[in-house]
């Protein structure tokens, strides 16, 4: 019987070990099939055949770092999320591994280039939208009782995703702008966005053709690949230079106007540059007669019933924008919205353009208020005074001296009695009413005189914001050669 238990137990240990021969040359098989689709630079064919092998040998540390590595050359959000999972797994089966510290540092560069690539995320979901140049954004009409605001500004486009080319196409919008006046052709234009979160774009008018886009993407890229070939960064320099020289002057024939964005996203704005830039239609006169450049920034909204909401960046960008403020009958005073402006509302949009002003203004408030005072003080004055007059001039029954006097032969005495007014009070109510009537007097004067001077600070504010509109700082952008025989640009302010 012992026999027959001991050959039975020996069966089985010889099929469990067939069994674990059989299932490590199963894995073996797997490992080797994904090795060579990595080499190969197959990795969703590598990950595949590393997952079925892990099936096989779920506590095996070396599949956990091989998956590991897969999933950072497949790179993305979701991958890199997966590398640093497997690499801490693998540091959990085999906790004195040599390569410890290699491994632990590797999870840190994934932490790093997750929070990148979740930031990269973030900003081309938020791509997507109307954006309105807030720079020159004005209010024009405001209904207090339905609360509608009517505006207008320079630019408004729509940035939408074209799905599964990693391309946008963004659409220029005329509602509500003060450009793109001419008879724009095409009013599309696909962008790339680029890993700073930048991108760029040009729409121009009466165009007979788009320049090509892809053609500059390629040879940048080879130019990226000539320096790293010869090992001399100034020829990528210079390659890319010569490069966005070509297409800045690679404009549509016969164009009018052409409208050049450089655009970064920051913050939930879209922030940077427009050249514009104007040439004549006949193109036997291609001549430049406008290259001017502007800084630019552009928040989101969106369409409610078919028209633009006046969002909440719109807002914050008009009350961070100096603004006239207007004055009716030189007196009252308001800002864009139509609301009342405190004096010290006024101060702080005075100072946001002028100190100076703000603080000459604040020394006409002090006068104002030192007018007010002597007014309220004289009339109080005045009034005081007549209760004094009034009681000082009351007649009062004075008794005088005693005298006697013989009546039907008889001595009789008597009382002289005689009326008389209060000198004191009345003296006392004329100093009071002359010192208020003076004290009036001299107020209106000073209170008048820093009404004025408040009116004139306000005027000259809004002088300085209209010739600021005016004066647009405006730049030119022009290209050429050097005197080395580059290529280069310079931008004149």
């Known amino acids: 019987m012992k026999k027959i238990i001991i050959f039975s137990y020996f069966i089985v240990a010889v099929c469990v070990l067939q069994a674990q021969q059989d299932n490590r040359e199963e894995m073996r098989r797997y490992i080797r099939r994904a090795q060579t689709a990595y080499n190969a630079g197959e990795f969703n064919d590598a990950l595949k055949e590393y997952k079925t092998a892990l099936q096989l040998a779920p506590q095996y540390p070396e599949l956990y770092k091989a998956i590991g590595d897969v999933y950072e050359k497949l790179g993305g959000t979701a991958n890199i999320i997966e590398a640093a999972t497997y690499y801490k797994r693998y540091l959990e089966l085999s906790p004195n591994a040599e390569d410890r510290r290699t491994i632990q540092d590797k999870i840190y560069d994934l932490e790093y280039f997750q ?4 930031d990269q995320d973030r900003f081309l979901d938020d791509l997507s939208g109307i954006w309105v140049a807030v720079d020159n954004l004005e209010i024009t009409n405001k209904d207090k009782k339905v609360g509608t605001i009517s505006w207008h ?3 408004i486009f729509e940035i939408s995703e074209i799905k599964k080319t990693g391309k946008y196409r963004v659409t220029i919008m005329k509602e509500g702008c003060d450009y793109y006046t001419e008879s724009i052709i095409d009013k599309t234009v696909d962008i790339v966005p680029q890993k700073d979160k930048s991108f760029n774009f040009t729409i121009a008018d009466a165009q007979a053709h788009t320049p090509n886009q892809g053609g500059y993407s390629a040879l940048r890229f080879v130019a990226r690949v000539a320096g790293a070939a010869t090992g001399m960064d100034w020829v990528t320099d210079a390659a890319t230079t010569a490069v966005d020289v070509a297409q800045a002057n690679d404009l549509p024939s016969n164009t009018q106007i052409a409208y050049i964005f450089g655009l970064q996203y920051k913050d939930g704005k879209l922030e940077g540059l427009v050249n514009i830039i104007q040439k004549f239609a006949n193109p036997n006169k291609q001549r430049t007669s406008r290259n001017d450049v502007y800084e630019i ?39 864009k919205w139509g609301n009342k402006l405190s004096d010290n509302e006024i101060k702080s949009k005075l100072a946001n353009v002028n100190s100076q002003l703000s603080e000459s203004f604040q020394a006409a408030k002090k006068q104002r208020k030192t007018g007010n005072i002597l007014l309220t003080a004289g009339l109080l004055t005045t009034a005081a005074s007549i209760p004094f007059l009034i009681i000082g001039n009351q007649e009062h029954l004075y008794s005088g001296d ?3 006097y013989y009546e039907d032969g008889q001595l009789r005495r008597g ?3 005689y009326y008389d007014t209060n000198s004191t009070l009345i003296t006392a109510g004329l100093v009071m009413l002359g010192t208020g009537v003076v ?12 009404s004025k001077k408040s009116l004139d600070i306000i005027n000259e504010y809004n002088n300085q914001i209209s010739q600021q509109k005016k004066d647009k700082p405006v730049s030119e952008l022009r290209f050429g050669a050097t005197s080395s025989g580059g290529i280069g640009f310079t931008l004149t302010f």
Not at 306 to 332: C, Q, R, V, W
Not at 439 to 450: A, E, L, Q, R
């Open 115 to 118: 929070e990148k690539s979740e």
């Open 153 to 155: 500004t320079n630019f």
């Open 297 to 335: 920034t552009f928040v989101k909204s969106k369409k409610n019933d078919g028209h633009i909401e006046f969002s909440n960046g719109m807002t914050k960008a008009i009350e961070n924008k100096p603004d006239i403020i207007s004055l009716e009958k030189a007196t009252y005073k308001q800002d």
């Open 402 to 404: 005693s005298y006697e």
């Open 415 to 417: 009382t002289e009695y």
């Open 439 to 450: 004290t009036t007097i001299v107020s209106f004067p000073i209170k008048s005189s820093g």
